[in-house]
Each structure stands twice: as structure tokens, then as C-alpha cells.
């Protein structure tokens, strides 16, 4: 990851943590990036400016990875993966609560725990379950600040758009595909004891099946 954020750094990508080191107690010190963050993020998607906002920031990230060549001994999230063909590092939990905003100006990316080689609409994927969203209007009214049930096809098209994309062929099946291979990463990583991983395996993953059956049953309203 430290790897990773000096080669943004070095491209002058702004948005990213910069790596300070280690102190005495072998603790990372990366810098600090001013502004509203976690459970504040999902308000600041739900209108048009600030959901094209974070669709470009996803499309300068990749950009600014496009020529990243990862150190021979790079382990990942995922495990020891070499970036393919056209791919790049993509951030791997890029949602609302790990983008920094100011107003409705995104200034910054953190939480790069997940980082790993892959293809673009992996992240784009990952992103737009939780965005266009892939939630039941009653998530969307609850939990996620939409004054009203979202129209879920024509935010997945502005997204889609705003990040550069010429068709949003595949892309619900993509998001539905990224559901289920963060359900199987989430094995990987509680089989080997990580938290909270492993309580949410040993709860039955309730939630994360939940919402790839609703994608599923659902697909409809983003075609």
C-alpha cells in the first residue's frame, strides 16, 4: 500500500493519503485529510453533483494507477496478485464513508486496506451497489438519506457516465457478480481469522446474502 501511495503522490494525485513512516511503536503514520468522512459520506451521493463528483474521483484514481508497476513481493487483500492486461489497482472498498469530503467536494481517499489488482469496473461495480443503490426503498429512505425512493436506472446511467463509460452493458451483472466475490473475499479473510470477517461468517453472512438475493430479484429496476 506504502508503494502505492508514493507512486500517487509522485504523479501528483491529490486525493491520497500520504505514507510518513513508522513510529517507535512500529505504528503506520500516513497524513491527515481534513473534512467529513464515514456515516456522513452516504448524504453526500444522493444528489446529482455530488454523486458525478464521486464517479470522476473513481476514474482519476484509476487513471493515476494506469502506469503503477507494484514491487515483485506486493501481497494484497486478495492474497500475491500480478496486475493483468489492462488492469488497474483498484481501491477495493470504494464507497461514500471512505471518500473525505468537504461540502459536496470530495477531497480525498482513505481506507486502502483492499487494494489489489484487478480490471476497472470492478471498483465501478463495488461502488455502484451501494450508490445507484442496490438497496430496497425502504434502506434507501432509512438508512441512506433519500428524501424519496431513487430512480436506481438513471443514477447507474449519470454514474456510469460521469466515470466514462460508453454503455452500462454488463454493468448490473458486474455489481452483482462484485456482491458475490466480496461474500467469497470475506471467507477468505475470516478463515484466516480476521475480524470482523469472522463473526459476520459465523452469524450465516445474513446480510450480504440478503442483498445479493434483492440484487438478483431486482435487477429490473436498473435495465
Given at each position: 500500500m506504502h508503494a502505492l501511495l508514493r507512486h500517487l503522490e509522485s504523479v501528483g494525485f491529490p486525493y491520497a493519503l500520504r505514507p510518513l513512516g513508522f513510529d517507535e511503536q512500529g505504528r503506520e503514520v500516513l497524513t491527515f485529510i481534513d473534512g467529513e468522512s464515514g456515516g456522513k459520506g452516504w448524504a453526500k451521493v444522493v444528489d446529482d453533483q455530488g454523486l458525478s463528483a464521486f464517479a470522476r474521483l473513481l476514474r482519476d484514481y484509476h487513471d493515476a494507477t494506469a502506469d503503477f508497476s507494484p514491487p515483485d513481493d506486493a501481497a494484497w487483500a486478495g492474497g500475491t496478485v500480478a496486475p493483468g492486461e489492462g488492469q488497474v489497482v483498484c481501491h477495493g472498498d470504494f464507497g461514500p464513508w471512505n471518500v473525505v469530503w468537504q461540502g459536496r467536494r470530495p477531497v480525498g481517499i482513505i481506507d486502502w486496506d483492499f487494494a489489489r489488482p484487478a480490471p476497472r469496473l470492478n471498483d465501478v461495480a463495488y461502488a455502484l451497489q451501494y450508490v445507484a443503490p442496490f438497496r430496497s426503498d425502504a434502506d434507501c429512505l432509512r438508512w441512506l438519506h433519500f428524501p424519496k425512493p431513487p430512480d436506481r436506472r438513471r443514477r447507474l446511467e449519470q454514474f456510469c457516465t460521469a466515470y466514462g463509460l460508453t454503455t452500462t452493458v454488463g454493468v448490473v451483472d458486474a455489481v452483482i457478480d462484485r456482491q458475490w466475490?466480496?461474500?467469497?473475499?470475506?471467507?477468505?479473510?475470516?478463515?484466516?481469522?480476521?475480524?470482523?470477517?469472522?463473526?459476520?461468517?459465523?452469524?450465516?453472512?445474513?446480510?450480504?446474502?440478503?442483498?445479493?438475493?434483492?440484487?438478483r430479484s431486482n435487477r429490473h429496476l436498473f435495465e
Open positions: 466475490e466480496n461474500i467469497e473475499l470475506v471467507r477468505q479473510l475470516a478463515s484466516q481469522g480476521h475480524e470482523p470477517q469472522a463473526t459476520w461468517v459465523r452469524e450465516g453472512l445474513r446480510e450480504a446474502r440478503g442483498r445479493l438475493s434483492w440484487s
